[in-house]
């Protein structure tokens, strides 16, 4: 029989004791960068749709309290979560966090979570601590030396990523959208130009972020060049994408004979913001009915109503309009499963919902580079995550040239 010691039990307890006010500490640590990082990306969310107003003047977009507390599973016991709960009441439209998916029960990776507080202006000499609360057993070692070191390697992964040959890809559909920063370092404000795209198999993925000064014609000639120096010679069947000459006037010299099709939620806040709010309800109401119609016809009949309405009195709303008539219907000759996706530039919007920033200082990005590796590491999380295509066995018509009317396929 083992004698009893009391005062190497009386050790253990008081060490025990200890480590349970440390891992207390590091707990709450851990609960206060993640909420900081969560209540940061709703702040970004109401400042990005602050002018999204009703007719009355009342903000769309507002913060509703918050959310009943969840707890989080990670390596050293469950922290607690309150996230804001934000009511956007625009059709279509809601928010959703990029760090703390909605049915998440376990901590995020550190391929998430690094990037996501990076751009929230957490300083790499603050991860360590609550990094291995969060984390546990995959964050021991992660002391600001070992982050720089990762983010080092991130940085070389996106090099790699850019350079991937594309030679064997085909996509049906692109996406395309720029993403301005302010570079916290430098006067710099660079744009990345970003792509994804849907391959035949209904998969979507991320296809470039290429680094450039603006959404310029050069910007984006260099970006498409590039793709084709990859390897990747078909040109998509349609591409979706905002007003942005820069974009179009460069698709055509690089990949010509593309169907284009503007996005109708940027069109539609392009609109009502050349109207007086006491008309926005109506005019929004005509604008939803060119885009949700079951048929090109009727999608037009709204279309002149709409400019019949509002010429005389509006003319500037109707002028946006107009100026892109040719290319706003564009999604009535593909399959009608594919409208939802295939209307807006939302595929992309909401990806980089939370790491856009058109008018906002980016506190935590000290260089181009750290930004851009944040922004590519972030991305493919979120690629993860992304949907299939709806009907994807329809993709392959697409490419054989089939035509499709009113989202239907033509009987021959």
């Known amino acids: 029989?083992?004698?009893?010691?009391?005062?190497?039990?009386?050790?253990?307890?008081?060490?025990?004791?200890?480590?349970?006010?440390?891992?207390?500490?590091?707990?709450?640590?851990?609960?206060?960068?993640?909420?900081?990082?969560?209540?940061?990306?709703?702040?970004?969310?109401?400042?990005?749709?602050?002018?999204?107003?009703?007719?009355?003047?009342?903000?769309?977009?507002?913060?509703?309290?918050?959310?009943?507390?969840?707890?989080?599973?990670?390596?050293?016991?469950?922290?607690?979560?309150?996230?804001?709960?934000?009511?956007?009441?625009?059709?279509?439209?809601?928010?959703?966090?990029?760090?703390?998916?909605?049915?998440?029960?376990?901590s995020p990776s550190i391929e998430a979570l690094i990037p996501a507080l990076y751009l929230?202006?957490?300083?790499?000499?603050?991860?360590?601590?609550?990094?291995?609360?969060?984390?546990?057993?995959?964050a021991k070692g992660l002391s600001a030396g070992s982050i720089l070191r990762l983010k080092t390697i991130w940085e070389k992964e996106y090099q790699?990523?850019?350079k991937r040959d594309l030679s064997m890809k085909q996509y049906v559909y692109w996406w395309?959208?720029?993403?301005?920063?302010?570079?916290r370092l430098s006067d710099e404000r660079p744009c990345f130009l970003v792509i994804m795209g849907a391959l035949i198999d209904g998969t979507k993925e991320l296809i470039t972020i290429w680094d450039g000064e603006r959404e310029s014609k050069l910007s984006w000639k260099e970006a498409l060049s590039d793709l084709k120096k990859r390897g990747l010679k078909e040109a998509p069947k349609l591409a979706i994408g905002d007003g942005g000459l820069g974009f179009w006037a460069a698709m055509e010299e690089e990949y010509s004979k593309v169907d284009q099709q503007?996005?109708?939620?940027?069109?539609?806040?392009?609109?009502?913001?050349?109207?007086?709010?006491?008309?926005?309800?109506?005019?929004?109401?005509?604008?939803?009915?060119?885009?949700?119609?079951?048929?090109?016809?009727?999608?037009?009949?709204?279309?002149?109503?709409?400019?019949?309405?509002?010429?005389?009195?509006y003319p500037k709303a109707c002028e946006c309009l107009r100026k892109d008539k040719e290319v706003l219907f564009s999604f009535y000759s593909y399959p009608a499963e594919h409208w939802v996706h295939i209307r807006t530039t939302n595929p992309i919007e909401s990806t980089f919902a939370t790491v856009r920033h058109r008018t906002r200082q980016t506190k935590g990005c000290g260089s181009r580079m750290a930004t851009l590796t944040m922004v590519y590491k972030l991305a493919l999380e979120a690629e993860k995550h992304w949907i299939k295509m709806r009907a994807y066995n329809l993709i392959e018509k697409i490419i054989k040239g089939i035509r499709f009317i009113d989202g239907i396929e033509a009987v021959a």
């Open 262 to 313: 503007r996005c109708w939620v940027h069109k539609t806040a392009n609109i009502l913001d050349k109207l007086p709010k006491s008309v926005q309800r109506s005019a929004k109401n005509l604008i939803h009915e060119m885009y949700m119609s079951p048929g090109k016809e009727k999608a037009l009949q709204s279309y002149e109503e709409f400019l019949r309405l509002y010429g005389a009195k």
């Open 160 to 162: 790699e990523w850019s």
């Open 1 to 106: 029989m083992k004698k009893y010691d009391s005062k190497k039990e009386e050790g253990k307890q008081e060490e025990n004791e200890s480590r349970s006010v440390m891992e207390e500490i590091l707990r709450n640590g851990a609960q206060k960068m993640l909420q900081k990082a969560i209540e940061w990306e709703v702040s970004e969310y109401l400042l990005k749709n602050e002018k999204a107003k009703d007719e009355e003047g009342y903000r769309l977009v507002v913060k509703n309290g918050w959310r009943k507390p969840r707890n989080l599973q990670t390596g050293i016991g469950d922290i607690e979560i309150e996230q804001p709960r934000v009511n956007d009441k625009r059709e279509g439209r809601k928010f959703v966090s990029n760090i703390i998916p909605k049915y998440a029960r376990r």
């Open 120 to 138: 929230a202006g957490v300083s790499s000499n603050n991860f360590k601590n609550a990094l291995e609360s969060i984390l546990g057993e995959k």
């Open 176 to 183: 395309a959208d720029g993403i301005y920063f302010n570079v």
